[in-house]
Nanobody, 129 residues
Framework: QVQLAESGGGSVQAGGSLRLSCAAS?????????VAWFRQAPGKERVGVAS????????TYADSVKGRGTVSQDGVKNTVYLELNSLQPEDTGTYYC?????????????????????WGQGTQVTVST
């Protein structure tokens, strides 16, 4: 019922930028819910990168991207974006978009990975020096 599809990944030199997109099925973001970006590097667990509550512009960021990452949403296009600047090799991994069920709570920072019930297929980001 709820579907997410990521795009925008690729191979980038260190210091470059990427803008990832998460296209959602109709009305997915109409009700308040957390939408987040996760990164999974080879042999590592999936970790949160950034999140946004769809009923507001409140965003959260992991320390690793704070100051160089921006998550935003376009309600008309039903799309959430993640812009990453000053990319480093540590940013390499598969990036997933995920969404929680509708919730009244805007505290996306405190959501566990297991609370995200819908996931996209992922888009690969490779940063080289």
């Amino acid at each position: 019922q709820v579907q997410l599809a990521e795009s925008g990944g690729g191979s980038v030199q260190a210091g470059g930028s990427l803008r990832l997109s998460c296209a959602a099925s109709k009305d997915t973001f109409a009700r308040g819910r957390c939408v987040a970006w996760f990164r999974q590097a080879p042999g590592k667990e999936r970790v949160g990168v950034a999140s946004i509550y769809t009923n507001s512009d409140i965003t959260t960021y992991a320390d690793s991207v704070k100051g160089r990452g921006t998550v935003s949403q376009d309600g008309v296009k039903n799309t959430v974006y993640l812009e990453l600047n000053s990319l480093q090799p540590e940013d390499t991994g598969t990036y997933y978009c995920a969404a929680t069920p509708a919730t009244e709570s805007p505290s996306c920072r405190h959501m566990f990975r297991s609370q995200y019930s819908t996931w996209g297929q992922g888009t690969q980001v490779t940063v080289s020096t």
